[in-house]
């Protein structure tokens, strides 16, 4: 299926632009936030800006939503009117998946604030009606007028492969025209404070994907990805997606593969096995933070690089022996990218970007 | 209608095993007996403390714990049910096997004693969040029976088990597994328990779906499982294809978080692209299993859309008046329980229903009804304005 459009939201700023300045500019500092509850500590984090949430004309029919659901919604938004298909696929034959791997969990921990605080008689309804996992598609959906089917997906490690992939089928079997297909994970200070306790964290503020760890540090982040899927190239691709089938070796012929090493599995010895022969060699988790939806970030970067037929240097360099990772940015001819998750159990699921 | 069974393109999936498990039966033939004397059993909460009196519809028997979430023990109570009824018992080696199950509440750390704990000074203990780690509801299902094939959660509020079966039967026609294990489940739990009460729309009588004097729903809980095969799959292992699911139609309301659309075109297109797809007329579908929640509006908008697509002569019946609102369950147990009336050709009465309201065209089954025709329709509404429809059938 081919990418019409693209949108995302994540530390570094809104829209493609801002990811293409993210790639050309490289590695910043995290953020160091206050853990709450926990007096005088801190921890790294790559958090969205209140201020890229800020868009009053998107969100008009939004005021109430959430920081989980405008994130999605602004990518998402931003991936439809990039694609430009509202002009030729009914409102009808556009289907929405969204897939998170922890979904609006910062507005359920603010729905049992009110239960605890108030009672289980005076909690708010907003709230409650806000922390189900289906909000955030559902206001994308009114937003944009879009009345195909609407599914929210939820999975730790591949949620967006199965979206993905989902989106795909629709495709084939004609119960959509075009699918818009995103994900969307928030940091929130209880995730937060259980990453700080449960994962390593880097001394010098780098996530390392190319240590091929044990213990792999990781730097929590946060964001949306939405890409808008159709079944014809429209004129202006950014190329062609296939989730490959899950366990699947990265295909022959690849001219860059992706690793989305980004120490949330701990254990990232696996990733230096799956190095492709031949490929050039980007990982940019470093940009993004550790989020469980990254695949999307990723497969971002992926379609970028298909279109603009441009490597991006990684902002972590390489220091393993034999490795051929990307080491400076420039034109390049790019064919096809796959990019490769592992799971805690060191399942493998691979995108593969194309032209 | 076997040759639907057998075609390209669109073809049906064979339900070769059912599994149920709610406060009407914690299995298929104890839920087919609550049905036929029109038994059910609701009750003041009793899984958590609450000064909440509405009453709930709780699963009673004992659940096989292990340490997973009540929501997983439900589901796999359910999923061995149905393994079983597909004769495919524990074992499901060598063969392609996918998992998608739909919730509301196991997607959630919506641990109150954790998050107590954390308020109090940002320290509490991580068990419950490793817990909610490993406990993804599909990917746990899939690891506790070894399942390899694909697998994922669908979160789509209460439509959930309904578009997990929708999802499992394009994975099967796109030939991505053999077989698919596929429905919904969900546990009684105080934190949407108080999120409906704030909605104000959970009644304090037993609920009466399509009555004039409905007040509104009532909690439940439980798992509704079916296997799905390929026919080829299921000719190969000399199964009967007598129960087949046919279509899926989804569509968004595009409306409104928590109400459905006044008009009911979403659900309508819903129902409209599972018959297109199944290839069955509105004349040939001989009931429906209606979301029926029994609140004000999705009664009144179902109801008057399930007269405009079907005519107010079809029959309709809302098992929730058996098993409450079982929210991710709902969809899965409801598509369980229209091909079980399929099969044993018998539709039980909906139960709660006794005076037809003005307002909606067509009213819910009063008594037992034999069911006289192949198709059954099940519908679903959801936060959110989501709606899905599935069209089951049986070729005897």
Redesign the interface.
């Known amino acids: 299926m081919n990418i019409a459009g693209l949108g995302i939201v994540f530390n570094r700023g809104r829209g493609v632009a801002s990811l293409e300045r993210a790639l050309e500019e490289g590695w910043r500092p995290p953020v160091s936030l206050d853990l709450k509850g926990v007096p005088g500590l801190k921890a790294a984090a790559y958090p969205v800006a209140p201020e890229t949430l800020d868009d009053k004309a998107v969100l008009a029919k939004a005021r109430r939503a959430d920081r989980f659901t405008r994130m999605a919604l602004l990518s998402a938004f931003d991936a439809w009117t990039c694609s430009r298909l509202g002009q030729d696929v009914a409102p009808s034959r556009v289907g929405v998946i969204l897939a998170t791997a922890l979904g609006p969990h910062v507005t359920t921990f603010g729905f049992l604030d009110g239960i605890l605080d108030f009672g289980d008689a005076a909690v708010s309804p907003t709230a409650f009606s806000h922390s189900v996992h289906n909000a955030a598609a559902s206001y994308i959906a009114m937003t944009l007028g879009l009345r195909g089917p609407t599914l929210t997906v939820t999975d730790f490690h591949f949620a967006f492969h199965e979206a993905a992939r989902l989106a795909n089928l629709w495709l084939d079997e004609r119960r959509c025209d075009a699918v818009l297909v995103g994900t969307v994970d928030e940091l929130g200070h209880v995730m937060q404070a259980a990453c700080a306790r449960l994962l390593a964290a880097p001394e010098d503020g780098r996530i390392k994907p190319f240590a091929f760890a044990r213990e792999a540090v990781s730097i929590p982040g946060e964001g949306s990805v939405f890409f808008a899927f159709a079944r014809e190239p429209p004129p202006d691709s950014f190329g062609a997606l296939h989730v490959a089938a899950p366990g699947a070796a990265p295909a022959a012929g690849l001219t860059h593969c992706l690793l989305e090493a980004d120490g949330l599995i701990g254990d990232e010895s696996r990733y230096a096995n799956l190095v492709a022969p031949g490929a050039k060699i980007g990982a940019y988790a470093p940009l993004f933070g550790s989020i469980m939806t990254g695949s999307a970030f990723h497969a971002a970067v992926a379609a970028l690089m298909v279109k603009g037929q441009r490597e991006y240097a990684c902002p972590v360099p390489a220091d393993a022996p034999g490795v051929s990772a990307i080491a400076a940015t420039k034109a390049a001819a790019v064919g096809a990218v796959a990019s490769l998750r592992l799971n805690c159990a060191g399942a493998l699921r691979s995108l593969v970007l194309s032209r | 209608m076997s040759s639907r069974t057998d075609t390209g393109g669109?073809k049906s999936a064979v339900i070769s095993g059912l599994g149920v498990v709610s406060a009407a039966g914690g299995n298929v033939p104890e839920t087919l007996r609550n049905f036929a004397a029109v038994r059910r059993l609701p009750g003041p909460v009793s899984l958590f403390t609450?000064?909440?009196d509405p009453p709930v519809f709780e699963v009673k028997q004992p659940l096989p714990g292990n340490g997973a979430s009540r929501t997983l023990q439900l589901a796999l109570q359910a999923i061995r049910e149905a393994l079983a009824g597909a004769r495919l018992g524990g074992d499901l080696s060598g063969r392609r096997v996918g998992v998608c199950l739909g919730t509301?509440v196991a997607?959630?750390?919506?641990d109150?004693e954790f998050?107590?704990a954390?308020?109090?000074?940002?320290?509490a203990p991580?068990e419950p969040?490793?817990r909610f780690?490993k406990g993804?509801l599909?990917?746990a299902a899939a690891a506790e029976i070894r399942a390899?094939?694909?697998?994922?959660?669908?979160?789509?509020?209460c439509s959930s088990g309904s578009?997990a079966i929708g999802?499992a039967l394009?994975?099967l026609?796109?030939g991505?597994c053999d077989l698919a294990i596929a429905g919904g489940a969900d546990e009684l739990n105080?934190?949407?328990?108080?999120?409906?009460?704030?909605?104000?729309v959970m009644s304090r009588q037993p609920c009466a779906p399509y009555d004039r004097d409905r007040q509104g729903l009532n909690l439940g809980e439980g798992a509704g499982v079916l296997i799905l095969e390929t026919p080829e799959s299921a000719a190969a292992r000399g199964v009967a294809a007598d129960l087949v699911l046919a279509g899926y139609g989804?569509?968004?309301?595009?409306?409104?978080?928590?109400a459905p659309r006044p008009d009911g075109t979403?659900l309508e297109?819903a129902i409209r692209?599972s018959l297109e797809e199944a290839g069955v007329t509105a004349a040939d579908v001989a009931f429906v299993n209606a979301h029926g929640t029994a609140t004000r509006d999705n009664d009144k908008v179902e109801g008057a859309v399930l007269a405009r697509v079907f005519g107010p002569g079809i029959g309709v019946l809302s098992t929730k008046g058996y098993t409450g609102h079982t929210l991710g369950a709902a969809g899965g147990l409801e598509a369980a329980f229209t091909a079980l009336a399929l099969r044993e050709g018998w539709l039980p009465a909906s139960a709660g229903f006794a005076n037809r309201d003005d307002e909606i065209p067509l009213g819910a089954l009063r008594e037992r009804t034999p069911v006289r025709g192949r198709w059954g329709v099940s519908t679903s509404l959801?936060?959110?304005?989501?709606n899905a429809s599935l069209v089951i059938g049986c070729n005897r």
């Open positions: 669109g609450t000064p909440l509301t997607c959630q750390l919506n109150l998050y107590t954390f308020r109090r000074n940002g320290v991580l969040v490793r780690l993804n599909a990917e390899t094939g694909p697998h994922i959660t669908t979160v789509n509020a578009d999802v394009s994975w026609r796109a991505l105080r934190v949407p328990f108080c999120g409906f009460a704030s909605l104000s989804a569509a968004c309301d595009a409306h409104h978080l928590t979403g297109a692209a959801a936060f959110g304005g989501n």
